[in-house]
């Protein structure tokens, strides 16, 4: 027992490791590199996964710049801008924990709470842009009509440019109600919420439209878009056709595979809800900072180690804006 | 501690390496949006010109965020080789099996997928 009573002068000592530091890191910074580490390899595994199940469906995985093309405020399809504006906030954020540490070192505890708050309001908008960049996704673009089979095909103009359902679809239909387990069966439950048309305005508006035209989720690899599908072919598709599909789910997806909304909503899921410990972490360090702990302390290393995990969670995000939105 | 004699401020490196970070996702971003064909058509190694660009241009990111927003630059030699051989190894041994195995899988599976419907 004696080993673990803790006398007066050892406080400190035991807390930190016996003292001792090997490769001349504090025992903090070592733990915190430990759980870096470990953290590395569960986001490979959830990134590897992904790109089993892309080259598993090499010629049908939906094209990213085809699904987040949105961008605030404005109408139109521009791919790539706002995942940019994302990368670029996390990036700066990063800087300016970094620059907090910087000053920590000086112990310019002004400087540091400047910075700390930057890194904290910088970390606020990534979030928040993420949960925008949801509800788009969610709520879809265009929508699509699902084949028995569990395909997507998507319906075009004639240029073969992607155009929603309400551009060609004439509602004739009365409204049906969304199915819940008091009104419906109570074994079944709808995959998402009701699309707008039913599958056979959907029919019927794109038989008596010849401009609009059918796109199959199978990828043409020597051009690398979705091949466009002959009248003839785009009515035996919507012969199989089961169900309209507007927006993504865990269960449909408007933009083709599931398996990529389940992935899409997971990995950066779970990459958000790092941002999101981040934010506590850095609020928690930042009122330390504010009323002296480190000021006391004599150093400022605590910043140092949340820094660490801050910029862990940027270099995640690297990594998660080449897979799903560049390669 | 690795800092201890490091009291002056890294400010202006810093701000260098910011730069240098904003300049690889703007060019990626541009890249990723013209898609040149000369690039994106092309095949090496198993996969685009352009996917290669991607992948090296990422690798460069990471290389500079753990290096220098990380410290790694100043931590001592062993730790950081303990830190980045042991996970660079990890990952490229996880990665290179299962996308080895996807490339099977889409092998076996491609001949049973239909793209056209009798009827």
Known sequence: MEATVVTENSTEEVWSGGGKKPFAASYGKMMMWFFIMSDALTFSGFLVAYGLMRFKFLESWPIADEVFTHVPFVHGHFPMYYVAFMTFILIFSSVTMVLAVDAGHQMKKGKVIIYMLLTIVGGLIFLGSQAWEWKNFINGTYGAVMLQDGKIAQFVDKDGHQIALSDFVIKTDHDRVQQTRSTGLWFVEEAGTLPPYTLAEVVSSFNANPDVGLRSEEIDLEIKKKKILSREEANKYLARATDVVMGANLKVNEYGKTLFADFFFFITGFHGFHVFSGILINIIIF????????????????????????????????????????? | MAHAEAHESHT?????????????????????????????????????????????????????????????????????????????FLICYLTTLLLIEGNYIHDRLFPYVSWNYVK
């Open chain 1, 287 to 327: 009122f330390n900072v504010i009323i002296g702990t480190y000021e006391k302390r004599g150093h400022y290393e605590m910043v140092e180690k949340v820094g660490l995990y801050w910029h862990f969670v940027d270099l995640v995000w690297v990594f998660v804006f080449t897979f799903f939105y560049l390669v």
């Open chain 2, 12 to 88: 202006g490196l810093i701000w260098k390496v910011f730069g240098f970070l904003s300049l690889i996702t703007v060019v990626e971003v541009i890249l990723g949006i013209i898609k040149p064909a000369s690039l994106h058509l092309t095949h090496f190694l198993g996969t685009s010109f352009l996917n290669w660009i991607f992948l090296i241009l990422t690798l460069v990111k990471a290389y500079g965020i753990t290096w220098y927003f990380m410290h790694l630059k100043q931590e001592k030699t062993s730790l950081r080789r303990a830190i980045v051989w042991t996970t660079v």
